[in-house]
């Protein structure tokens, strides 16, 4: 028999890949000494040694007279595996968050906004000095449950503009676009639930989701909007809850729904209990309109979301969504019962700058500089063999097939070390297919330094 | 038997009640028509037509070659029975949503916040007119994961001040204090867990709680923080994964913890596996500091967040979370997977409003104000026989016992139809003698015509 010492250890050792292997759950009971020691046939002295050694380093804690439980830390919901950054798996948060920790030497190819310079300073300069003289409540106060009334009777205007008829009272203003989601989410789905998203889509839709615990279904995207024959059979297969898509310019395809799709899609949900999310966040890039499902469905079962930080600022943080007049009260429950209220000074401030005669002025020039980058760019990344998979009409990505035997993955993490970020195309799908792929920002993509870094990688592959 | 329009009635009233009850879950097949017959002992074409009325009604629906499905709207999250806004029921979000709507006349003695001109509007004035001269991307860019760096280190600063150690990569910034604690519990919580609260305690907490289908269990709070053998026992018994609660000023009691019972609380939870969130909301509020549960335990098991709501603005909404640097990441990648990046704007009007030398002037102001109409309100509530439970040191709020018979629900609803607002004992607690309290924020209670509707209402009783 080993001796004492390798018996404690031995027995620290089961225990502690017990915990690892969640065999053993934080909060439950271990054992008593006794059963433990016949359990591993060893002497109660040996059990009691292990114990008092697992306890010393935090592992498991004693309650006197109940015994020895496994500590902390509790299990959290961790989305990902963290590591260092610049070795960080590629994940749905890998783009989101080497864009967001950026210095500004960095540049971002990958990232899914405009460069700083490019949104609507003038207005928000202008917004904020007409605030500074507003009524004190505008300044101190919560906003309504709803949010600023003016603001949501603009929004119903606005949405009017593009066939989705939604009165001001079921209009709800939300903290962001990802917010508006986040709570539909919350109202809609309970843990396990089966939620649709286009493959490939927004990354963040498979991080917001997976934060949800609910199992997410891809349906291929094409040139028109989603294959409609696997949207089908997803809906006989799955019976999912939810489906959630952006409408106007998709992300990351730069596709647009085409009118025929939008009818099938909406005639096959018809036999199901499918509600829809259309994130509109795009709406104001678009050239000519393209046909949103809130607009076919009358905002029977599509919810539609949107918000202004793509065009006006994303410093300035405000959201929307528009649905079922039954629906919204309870969306403002829950938006009071995990945010409270809203802020009033945002709302007020969005309400300014998308009032200002500027703001089309700015959108026509962000429009032309929008198309002119983008043919710039198809240039370069076709000079590196890197093909758009469409051209799109208007927006800021470009979804583009690599070279033949290169994994975006790689050549992401590569350029990440020569300061370029890029966004590889798992973050945006599970396909297996999916490392062919990268989505390219035009209006990010004007340093030429850009393309060095890329074809270095390129051919290091 | 009975005739065959009857036994289609049956049949149909039998799925009905099966929706009803949850036993067939919307989304879930409902059986073949033949198995069905068989099991109703009534013939297929009874079924056959009871289905086809059900999918008339759109409580069914039918999917070709597959069969019927019990329909939407899916069973969503409603926390609370939504009612007229009159007659709704009083539950946690009762005095939330009847004070956020209300219209500048009515009177509000129940809400949580103090009047709109007792807040930093000056300073909030300034930072707008500082930032519309700011650098571009503060005006339209998102905020780093962990929000603006010179804000964390600032309230580093703060914390340590009241001593708590907390670095500045260990703070993440949240919409809200409200958003801070959501983050938490989605962080750390799964449906089914049981949280500690107080009791009675901030009644959005039974909202928030109840957002995430967890089992709350109250703990008595006294006038030094909760009863220490009461909260034990709730250990043992429960093994909560987490106890939310307010440091500083207690709300609704007004009460603070003593350093004896924050050290037999800690000592308690030494020995469980219970993480502890300490919302400070009402730091600034304070004449002499409480002790903080956080500067006792070093972070450990102890999450500590606050916002300044209270005494800068709730119109610019920004809270914070301070917490392990171990869980920070986790909790970035949550915030941005739910609502992406925070505003820059917010954060940035906060920090230059905090370190702007007026703040600490206001303080003063406003402290002396908050005792001043304390005193003020003791002494008309005891004209009505309404008695403190406890004189606060200092804060807005005083928790008082009703005259003997009194029921403070229907007091509230009484007096909502002569436009004042109450916060009833019943929206803090789940105790059975509840009802014999009420909340009074003496900030909002200057007006004479509350006593005046109070005390009608109490007559009436």
Redesign the interface.
Known sequence: MARSGTRIQAVMAEIRSRIVSRTCL??TRLPSVRAQARAMQVSVSTVVEAYERLAAENII????G?GF??????A?????Q?GPRLDREVD??WV??QS??IE?AVLKPGCG?LP??W???AG???A??T???AD??????????LGHPELRRLLSRRLHGIGVDARPDQIMLA?????AI?LIC???LS?GDKVLVDDPCYF?FH??L??HRVQVVGVPYTPHGPDVSCFEAAL?EH?P?LYITNSGIHNPTGASLSPVTAHRLLKLA????L?IVEDDIFADFETSAAPRLAAFDGLE?VIHIGSF?KTI?????CGYIATRG??I??L???K???????????SE?LLIALTDSGYRKHLEALRLRLASQMQRTIVRLESLDIRPWLVPQAGMFLWCRLPPGSDAADIARACLTDGVILAPGNAFSQSPDAGEFMRFNVAQSADERIFEVLGRALEGR
Chains 1, 2 share one sequence.
Do not use: Q
């Open positions: 934080p909060g804690t004693s309650r006197p109940s439980y496994v500590a902390g830390p509790v959290p919901l961790a989305l990902t963290l749905p948060l989101s968050r967001l920790e500004a906004w700083a310079d949104l609507y300073e928000v300069r202008r904020l000095r605030l500074a003289r004190t409540p505008e300044l101190t106060e919560y906003a309504t449950p903290e962001s676009g990802t917010h986040d919350r109202f809609l843990p963040n991080a917001l997976k934060a006989r019976s809850r018809d036999t199901s209990n509600v079962r930080s600022s994303a410093s300035l943080r039954d629906w009260e309870s403002a429950d829950l009071i019962a995990t945010t409270f209220g809203g802020g009033r000074l945002a401030a």
